[in-house]
């Protein structure tokens, strides 16, 4: 079956520092990628998403690139803000629009 | 404002006792699901609905049950609950391509 495999965390970084977060997944077919982000006390929000092979989905400073060949869709942004520290979810969709799979999160806290 | 409202926002439940979730959207979405998060584990997919109607087992159906009188709606009742059921619960909603995935807020559930 599909599945989204996340790296663990926390991860604790400095503020302005470069974030990564390593997503992978194993899906039949062509699936769609999201990153969604909780913040404390909050639902899910949609961050990004890419719909096929080399899309690069970017908002509010991240991107991820849609990695057919690596079936990875790593999550970055250049310059970390305290405001970031949530929790990112990667998640995949399989082509007949069913089957959303969730990885089991990463938590991010930035310090000033 | 068009989105997933839930309720209650977080209860305490005796073990045994009956319990509703409630979940409703305002987007006409035709899909709907329920999500339960653990520490760890991610959002695992408990049950959906594609349509008014009709309602299908997700991951760990186990202990719920849903009905989709119609496309607004989808509570999830717990028959009896049990600790193990300690958890936040997640509705969504989305279009027929999946792409719509719109989150509510979540109801923290504790049963003691």
């Known amino acids: 079956g599909n599945s989204v495999t996340q790296m663990e965390g926390p991860v604790t970084l400095s503020e302005e520092a470069f974030l990564t977060i390593n997503c992978t997944y194993t899906?039949?077919?062509?699936?769609?990628l999201f990153w969604y982000v909780q913040y404390p006390g909050e639902g899910l929000q949609l961050l990004l998403k890419?719909?096929?092979?080399?899309d690069k989905g970017s908002n509010k400073g991240f991107e991820a690139t849609y990695r057919k060949e690596t079936t990875s869709f790593h999550l970055e942004k250049g310059s970390v803000q305290v405001s970031d520290s949530a929790v990112y979810f990667c998640?995949?969709?399989?082509?007949?629009?069913?089957?959303?799979?969730f990885g089991p999160g990463t938590r991010l806290s930035v310090l000033p | 404002i068009a989105g997933i409202t839930q309720a209650p926002t977080s209860q305490i439940l005796a073990a045994g006792r009956r319990m509703t979730l409630r979940c409703t959207q305002d987007?006409?979405?035709?899909?709907m699901y329920w999500y339960r998060q653990d520490l760890g584990l991610g959002l695992r997919l408990i049950h959906y609905?594609?349509?008014?109607?009709?309602?299908g087992k997700g991951e760990v159906p186990d202990g719920y049950s849903v009905s989709r009188a119609n496309t607004d709606d989808f509570p999830l009742t717990l028959a009896s609950a049990v600790p193990s059921q300690t958890s936040v619960y997640f509705c969504?909603?989305?279009?027929?391509?999946?792409?719509?995935?719109?989150f509510g807020s979540g109801t923290r559930l504790t049963v003691v």
């Open positions: 969504a909603s989305s279009d027929e391509q999946g792409y719509g995935y719109t």
């Open positions: 899906a039949t077919g062509y699936p769609s």
């Open positions: 890419a719909t096929k092979a080399d």
């Open positions: 998640a995949l969709i399989d082509n007949y629009g069913q089957n959303f799979v």
């Open positions: 987007m006409r979405h035709n899909a």
């Open positions: 609905s594609n349509t008014a109607g009709t309602t």
